[in-house]
């Protein structure tokens, strides 16, 4: 079992930026390839950034690119989604994600096998 918990959602101004984190439980979180997610109501699940399980592959949806950059520290089993530049259009609740196996980084929902409770992020204009 992987538990994930995110922290550092809030209220920011357009322009700001934001850092969220993601703990893992587990010990051999650093085989696991992780991922950021977020959702807006009444929407799908929108993939954002994903690390593979050692930080040497990065994968970024184009409307985060070159804003949000995505780091893991396996020696505190924690992800980190730096997020800049931020817009109205961020808001939302972003979710981590991981994935038990594979040496890549993930764009699907579906190839994820744990999720956080979600962690909200309101960009105000």
């Known amino acids: 079992q992987v538990q994930l918990v995110e922290s550092g959602g809030g209220l920011v101004q357009a322009g700001g930026s934001l850092r969220l984190s993601c703990a893992a439980s587990?010990?051999?979180?650093?085989?696991?390839?992780m991922g950021w997610f977020r959702q807006d109501p009444g929407k799908e699940r929108e993939f954002l950034v994903g690390?593979?399980?050692?930080?040497?592959?990065?994968c970024y949806a184009d409307s985060v690119k070159g804003r949000f950059t995505i780091s893991r520290d396996n020696a505190k089993n924690t992800v980190y989604l730096q997020m800049n530049s931020l817009k109205p259009g961020d808001t939302g609740v972003y979710y981590c994600?991981?994935?038990?196996?594979?040496?890549?980084?993930?764009?699907?929902?579906?190839?994820?096998?744990?999720w956080g409770q979600g962690a909200q992020v309101t960009v105000s204009p």
């Open positions: 994600a991981a994935r038990l196996g594979g040496d890549s980084c993930y764009y699907t929902g579906m190839l994820y096998d744990y």
């Open positions: 690390t593979s399980w050692n930080g040497s592959r990065t």
């Open positions: 587990g010990r051999t979180f650093s085989r696991y390839p």
